[in-house]
């Protein structure tokens, strides 16, 4: 597996990549949402996404990178939003969009 350094005040914790679900920027601080817990950081979220583009995350909004592979659902209405394994719904931002409905298609296997 791969995992990312995610310094938190004096540790460094080591986080295997497939277990993030999302980050969101919060001010000048990111927030890592994993399947077991979150780490608050002082890094941009624009870092993780440099860090992250190349292992299946994209960036939906402003605020919001995701892991393709914990997307739940893709609501259309409203604007769009995204539902992670989590639960956390996304806003999906209209200049985003066709991207990620571009990257969600190459997991998709759908009926003839």
Known sequence: PMFVAVPTGSMIDYVEI????RVEADNRYSIIYTVEKKFI????????????????????????????K?????????GGYITTSDNAQIPLSRTHRAAFVKEMEKYLILPD
Not at 18 to 21: E, K, L, S
């Open 18 to 21: 497939d277990q993030i679900i």
């Open 41 to 68: 950081i002082s890094k941009s979220i624009g870092e993780y996404e440099s860090l992250l583009k190349a292992h299946n995350f994209l960036r939906v909004h402003n605020s919001h990178l995701i892991n393709l």
């Open 70 to 78: 914990k997307v739940s659902s893709y609501n259309k209405k409203d």
